[in-house]
């Protein structure tokens, strides 16, 4: 397949086996981002409640004290339950922790210290301005949490902090003359009356605070909200780059997603060009099931692919029981020749393990022929609507003839003389990218005017 063949397939109208390669990179990411945020959150708990329980004994040094320390032990449990049991999408067990640490925590503000010989009333508990607790749980929610449970939570704890309100709305008052000694007292500054009372609960202010809450809430589920968008976003960009990389060496994807020069750009510049080809196959097809025969393309293929790739090259396309594959494209480098070189006597090695194997599995073997060629090319797309960013032109003609020739000279690879040459002047090469190469006298190819010097290896 050809770069422009591949873009949109990758990128536009990816294949079914795309689609479930992207639906896995998007739960991965979506998973790594929901277990970091998991473990921050829970940290962020534990040292949070670390500095509560100092802070506690600071501000109060007293033993009763010992029982809040026991309720910040169940804060801690549950946080560790919730970096147990927390996984990507819906998950009732964590919502269910989640109202448990609300519940905990309007239980810890409102519920007296049984430790105490004497209590507040409910009014002067509920009074406390203890409400700021809340949002050390929204702190840590907000690292671990989908933006949605935010709300939730918000919603949750209103509630909650409602209903304790009601509740202490409606206790019993054991000592009405403490209401009234303050009404007594205080008869002149009738202002003042309802905050000095023990049984007064100061509903506006209650309901402020959860306002607040709810709007912070808010402002943090939006920013969640783009921060979950800005991921989908990257997940995307990997699955297109994951799609991209079942086409071309990861070398060649990173210029493509960091390029911002179109592709269909015409130019000429200097390319090696590789032809692989399986010698013999029509006959072989012919002897064998078509399950076999794609079974043995398939194998065939996944190597020489692999070959491509790992020497920074392009696979331009498949032919059959062949290829095409370019060295240079989209971009030229500095050792193209010589990486064209070092695949196809990879693929020669590769090709010689596969026969082993086959041979183990009582299989006939493989021989396949390689052609190289290093000069000038036309890159740019063709066509009208269906694009294809082509390599054509005089160096791809003789590429392919040279692998072709394979099968007159009995030898496994044919590489020009222009190709040798450039790979021998090319930085980082080594003296053995040219053992075994036997060079040949200038010889006629077909459909090419002048003769060719040429360098073959291996028998056929």
């Given at each position: ?102 519940a905990l925590m309007t239980f810890t503000l409102m519920a007296p210290n049984p430790l105490t010989d004497g209590h507040w ?110 991921l989908l976003k990257h997940a995307g960009v990997e699955r297109e780059r994951a799609n991209l990389a079942r086409y071309f ?70 032919l059959g029981d062949g290829l095409m594959a370019t060295f240079g494209t989209p971009t030229t480098g500095s050792s193209d ?124």
């Open positions: 397949m050809s770069i422009t063949e591949a873009l949109p397939a990758a990128m536009a109208n990816p294949p079914a086996r795309a689609d479930i390669a992207s639906n896995r990179v998007v739960n991965e990411a979506l998973a790594a981002d929901k277990r970091e945020g998991l473990v921050l959150a829970v940290r962020a708990r534990w040292a949070a409640l670390a500095v509560i329980a100092i802070l506690i004994i600071y501000v109060n040094p007293h033993w009763e004290m010992i029982y809040y320390e026991i309720l910040l032990a169940g804060f801690a449990v549950i946080g560790w339950l919730q970096l147990r049991l927390g996984r990507v999408g819906r998950s009732r067990p964590e919502l269910a922790l989640l109202f448990c640490d609300l009333p409910a009014a002067m508990q509920y009074r406390f301005d203890n409400f700021p607790y809340f949002f050390v749980l929204l702190a840590s929610a907000t690292l671990a949490y989908h933006w949605r449970t935010l709300i939730a939570f918000a919603v949750w704890a209103a509630a909650l902090w409602l209903g304790a309100m009601v509740w202490a709305i409606y206790q019993p008052v054991p000592y009405p003359e403490l209401s009234e000694g303050v009404r007594v007292v205080l008869a002149d500054h009738p202002r003042m009356i309802p905050f000095l009372d023990p049984y007064f609960v100061n509903v506006p202010s209650r309901i402020q605070e959860v306002v607040i809450l709810l709007i912070v809430a808010a402002t943090l589920a939006i920013a969640g909200w783009r921060s979950n968008r800005l060496s990861p070398n060649v994807v990173d210029e493509l997603s960091s390029n911002d020069e179109p592709l269909k750009q015409v130019r000429t510049q200097n390319v090696a060009v590789l032809f692989a080809d399986i010698v013999g196959f029509t006959a072989y097809s012919d002897m064998r099931s078509p399950h076999q025969v794609i079974a043995t393309l398939r194998e065939f293929h996944a190597l020489m692919e692999h070959e491509v790739f790992r020497h920074a090259g392009t696979l331009d396309k498949y020749a010589t990486n064209a070189l070092r695949c196809a006597r990879a693929m020669i090695a590769a090709v010689d393990r596969l026969n082993v194997a086959r041979e183990a599995r009582g299989e006939v073997p493989v021989h396949a022929g390689f052609g190289l060629h290093y000069g000038d090319a036309i890159l740019g797309d063709i066509g009208a609507h269906r694009l294809e960013f082509a390599v054509i032109g005089r160096t791809v003609n003789i590429a392919a003839r040279l692998e072709a020739l394979t099968r007159e000279l009995a030898v496994t690879l044919v590489a020009s003389d222009d190709l040798i040459a450039r790979a021998r002047s090319e930085t980082g090469g080594r003296a053995d990218d040219f053992a075994g190469l036997q060079p040949r006298p200038a010889t006629s190819i077909r459909g090419i005017a002048e003769p060719l010097a040429l360098w073959t290896a291996g028998p056929a």
